[in-house]
């Protein structure tokens, strides 16, 4: 028979999900209750996107072919994909907030695994940059674009995978911190080249030999590269659909297993 100190330790799989989806809502919930970041996340990808694509749209050529996209066109999927990043990371911001804020050690207390914080906290970030992804794909018949069934699916499920593992990088980033303004620093160091050299606002044919070779090894450029083959079938790709979709699903599974074993490492600081 099981001792009480042994049922403590031992939490229920019904436990265990409870606390995902307490997690979940919680990130959810937080979120639109801040306006301005809801309205920051859309706004700015929107504005870098009309700007950027509009000034380039004159000087830009995506082949030799007859009928080449407009600069828009082309960086479309990319400006997709940096709302999708920066609603991703910067969710997990809450990671630092939560162990200030001394909830996170009453979350790490409870007799919930720590699997089960990992999951509520990524999956609540991967909703809300679903989500803000979604809405912004919805501009898509402006340029044009038509989907499918098939292909709205195969979008969104694209947009979610890139969500998910972005999400699930943000995590591992934020949990050793104890600090925002050392959270920026990486983001800014390395998360904006890495959809720099996504094939976002450049393609991966005409860049030179050592930039070539950094986005072929960039697991995002196969985010972009996914999107870009569904939103526009008949454009030459570099990539198949469905090696894109095979790497993303990798690096989703690569990225969550890093979040899990940040969070179970050794010497992990649960709160300030």
């Known amino acids: 028979m099981a001792t009480p100190a042994a049922a403590l330790s031992s939490p229920s799989p019904d436990s265990a999900l409870l606390a995902a989806f307490t997690l979940w809502w919680r990130e959810v919930v937080r979120f639109y209750r801040q306006r301005s970041r809801v309205v920051g996340v859309i706004a700015s990808p929107l504005l870098f996107w009309v700007v950027i694509g509009s000034g380039f749209g004159s000087s830009f050529r995506s082949g030799d072919a007859p009928g080449q996209q407009h600069y828009l066109d082309y960086f479309y999927p990319g400006a997709l994909i940096m709302i999708v990043l920066f609603t991703s990371i910067f969710t997990m911001m809450s990671v630092i907030e939560d162990r200030k804020e001394g909830f996170l050690l009453s979350v790490l207390v409870a007799p919930v695994p ?78 904006i080249p890495l959809w720099l050299l996504s094939g976002s606002l450049f393609p991966l044919n005409g860049a030179s030999g050592w930039v070539r070779m950094l986005m072929q090894i960039n697991p995002l450029t196969y985010g972009v590269e996914a999107l870009r083959n569904l939103l526009y079938p008949a454009s030459p790709q570099t990539f198949s659909l469905a090696s894109s979709l095979a790497t993303l699903l990798l690096f989703t599974l690569f990225m969550f297993g890093l979040a899990f074993v940040m969070a179970n490492r050794r010497g992990s600081k649960p709160a300030a």
């Open 114 to 191: 720590r699997s089960a914080i990992v999951l509520g906290k990524v999956l609540g970030g991967t909703t809300l940059s679903t989500i803000q992804g979604a809405i912004f794909l919805a501009f898509a018949p402006l340029l044009g674009i038509h989907f499918s069934a098939a292909s709205l699916l195969l979008s969104l499920l694209t947009i979610f995978l890139v969500s998910f593992a972005l999400t699930a990088l943000g995590f591992a980033i934020a949990w050793p911190m104890d600090s925002s303004q050392a959270f920026h620093a990486i983001i800014n160091l390395f998360l």
